[in-house]
């Protein structure tokens, strides 16, 4: 979500520039891209193969949050910057935990916006907004977002893989914090978000490279420190075992060697008091 304010809003359609959603959906082996999407891919996946799986375990990260809010009694989330419609959607983890449960999508981006319009049409719980994460007031206040979330009662507030697109001055912090605000106690904050830190120098040159790479996409990377990461979750009680590296936040099965070096980045959970 990089450039200038004036460009803030739903992005219009774009095939001919390699796409960020799009390239997510490649990692995860959806089929909502174009060739060109897939040949970005490709390069990424030979240059960065930890890339890939980090994507992966991006993704599996969010079903856990997902099904940990769940199992906490949430039936209502916001997804922040949902991106293209694959396996394991938060509406279809959410309402696998109790079918009433509801759901609004965000995303600026076309592709995802159409892909999910068609997949969410016969399910009234659940909706996706053409809005721009950076207008909390147009997300929260939307009439669609009005009609399915009650903001007096708890909310699964998930902002996963998406900071990574916000440059310093779209403020994150700023952002994560006026959504937060807006959220009743009992309510929940999950957080993804690469970092400048990894300690081994060969997935640093990796995720380097991919920063490179990113850069003739149409949205730019931008990693963050540990420090600023875990700011972020200002407001909230971090629950166990706190902000940790990708494979280490509540793992349900082994987590193998290659998951393991995948340590570019933190993920978290906040219980909102």
Not at 6 to 23: H, V, W
Not at 246 to 254: A, I, M, N, T, V
Not at 267 to 273: C, H, L, S, Y
């Amino acid at each position: 979500m990089s450039g200038s304010p004036g460009r803030y809003g739903p992005k219009e359609l774009d095939i001919e520039t390699p796409n960020s959603a799009r390239l997510y959906d490649c990692f995860l082996g959806g089929t909502h891209n174009t060739a060109g999407d897939r040949a970005a891919a490709a390069r990424i996946g030979e240059r960065a193969p930890h890339w890939v799986v980090g994507a992966r375990l991006n993704r599996s990260f969010l079903r856990r949050a997902v099904e940990f809010m769940a199992g906490q009694g949430v039936d209502q989330f916001l997804d922040l910057g949902s991106g293209i419609p694959t396996v394991g959607n938060v509406h279809e983890i959410a309402q696998r935990a109790n079918p009433h449960a509801r759901v609004v999508y965000v995303d600026y981006e076309p592709v995802a916006f159409q892909a999910a319009q068609q997949m969410l049409a016969d399910n009234p719980n659940a909706t996706i907004l053409h809005a721009d994460l950076r207008d909390p007031a147009g997300v929260l206040n939307h009439p669609q977002t009005r009609e399915l979330l009650d903001f007096s009662r708890p909310v699964g507030l998930l902002m996963v893989g998406v900071l990574l697109f916000l440059p310093p001055e779209d403020r994150p912090g700023d952002l994560v914090a006026t959504y937060r605000r807006g959220l009743a106690p009992g309510s929940y904050l999950a957080i993804s978000q690469a970092s400048n830190d990894c300690p081994d120098p060969e997935i640093a040159a990796e995720v380097e490279g991919v920063v490179a790479a990113y850069r003739a996409v149409d949205e730019q990377l931008t990693l963050r420190s540990r420090e600023e990461i875990e700011s972020w979750f200002a407001g909230t009680e971090l629950l166990e075992p706190g902000l940790v590296r990708y494979s280490d936040w509540r793992p349900d099965g082994p987590v193998s060697a290659d998951q393991r070096a995948c340590a570019y980045g933190y993920v978290g959970v906040g219980a909102i008091g």
